[in-house]
Structures are given as C-alpha cells and as structure tokens.
C-alpha cells in the first residue's frame, strides 16, 4: 500500500488540533501536512502557512503537496464573526471548499469536508442526512453553500457535526474549557436549558473524521453523540462525573438572550446510517475522558 500524504486545514483550531494530534501518532505514519494562518512546529507534521481566504494560492498549494487525503476543517466557524463579515466567511467556508476540492479531485485524492449542525432550523430534530436544511444564520448558509460545492462529487463526503466539547491540544480557553474551570472554582454559570445539540467529543470526532477518509463513502453523513443534551444537560454531567457540586449552574432560556440572528432551539442530529456502516467510527457519551 502506498505511504498516505494528509492536508489537514485548520490545523490550530479545537477539532483540527485533534486531528492532527491522531494523524501524527497514527500507526500507518502518514506524511502530514497542516495548514495554518499562523505557522506553528509541530513534531510529525509539516505546518504550511496558508490564509483560506486567499483564494488563487490553493490550487498551487495542494498540487505541490499532493495528497492522497483531505481533511478540510478550517472555517469561519464563530456564528458572530460570520455575521459580522459574511463576505469572508462566504470566502472561506465556501468558496475555499470548492476552490480545495477541485485541487484535491485533480490528485485523485479523497476529500473531507466538516460541516455543521448548524445548516438546519432547529424546528424539526433530529435530523437525519436527507433532511431539508435551513439555515438561520450566515455561518449556516455559508457552510451549507460549502456542502453544494461537493454535490455528486464522488471523492468527497461532507461530514455534519455538532457541538463539540472537550480541552484542545492548543493552549487556548475555549468556551468549555472555560466551564469546566469555572465548576471547579465553583464559580456560578447561567446555561441554556431549552437549547438542544447531539455532542461529540473533540478526540471521537477527529478519529472518526480520519475513519471516514479512509473509507469511500460520499455525499452527507452525520456524525452525532448518542446524547441528546442542552448546554445545562452538558454541564451538569461533567460536574457529575468530576464530582463536583451542580448548585452553581443556572438554567436559562436562550430565548432570553438578545442577538442579531435567532438561536435554534433543537438541532440534534441522527447517527443510524454511521452506526450502520461504521459503527466503530460512532462517539460515545460523554466520560471522563474528555474532561481532563
């Protein structure tokens, strides 16, 4: 079998950080290359500069890397950065995508491309891969638009994926990070009660992403925790499993909450068709694991 050459985008992101953390300690030794606005060492991996963004500097990219395997993680993923600049995130979530995509069906490699729950209107969960999306924010459509430009592509899958949760490899405090420092400090947290996700583990979603390259499975598959939690939900049980005490957290309407574009109330996703046709890929629950 030849050696596998990975691309992996966004690599200092929560997800691509994981990914890439798997791709290096992966016992088939792939050549890795991790592209990155900010270049980075990174034992095992080869970091590239690279702005999504900048549209006519992909196609020489990835043709002088020449993978064999895509993963394509890096976006405009912050709902309010998105909304605040449609025009880039339009840049990179979509038109990067197919601007990528086009490079990696060149080199007959395989692409993969993570979407997200978030292209569906939370009115009618859970939602399985032929389901309708509706999108109620720019992020939505632009990654919805990014999921149109690889329709009938053979070599490609869109990997939907929905709230994640876990500490990532990079040293940065993101939002659950942030949660779990405040349980421990037993710092009060007000938490959406009514505001419903199927979450994933950060490590679980990038193994099965590197799965399903391997795999040739294309179109849309969703990749979903097999718990149907609100934001409160999550909280509660990480304190539960840390043994912490819950008397801090609030629950709170996310109706309460003021914005530019509306929050869907439910946007659980169906797992069957992975369970089905790859059922060791499917994330498990959440467990102690995922907290420290």
Known sequence: ???????????????????????????????????ARQPAERAGATVVACDLAQLDTLRPLVTDLRPTHALHL?????????????????????????????????CGA?????????VFDGDHAPYAEGDEPRPLSVYGRTKLAGERALAGSPHALTVRIPLMYGLPRHPRRT????????????????????????????RDAARALIGLA????????????????????????????LGLP??????????????????????????ARLAQVMPALTPGPLRIDALR
Request: overall charge negative; some cysteine.
């Open 175 to 202: 939002t659950f990070a942030q949660q779990l420092d405040a349980l421990h400090a037993a710092t009060p947290l007000r938490l959406f009660h009514d505001e419903f996700r199927t979450p994933v583990w950060l």
């Open 74 to 106: 890096g976006a405009v993923t912050s709902v309010a950065d998105a909304f605040a600049d449609p025009a880039r995130a339009q840049r990179v979530n979509a038109d990067a995508t197919a601007e990528l995509a086009a490079a990696v069906r060149a």
């Open 1 to 35: 079998m030849p050696a596998e050459t990975w691309l992996l985008t966004g690599a200092t992101g929560q997800l691509g950080g994981w990914a890439l953390h798997e791709l290096c300690h992966d016992p088939a030794r792939p050549r890795v290359f991790a592209l």
């Open 214 to 241: 391997r795999s040739d499975l294309a179109g849309v598959i969703h990749l979903a925790g097999p718990q149907r939690l609100s934001r409160l939900d999550l909280i509660a049980r990480a304190a539960t499993l």
């Open 246 to 271: 819950t008397s801090g957290l609030t629950a709170v309407s996310r109706l309460s909450v003021g914005g530019d574009e509306p929050r869907p109330a439910d946007l659980s996703l169906d797992g």
């Open 110 to 118: 395989r692409f993969v491309y993570a979407s997200t729950d978030m």
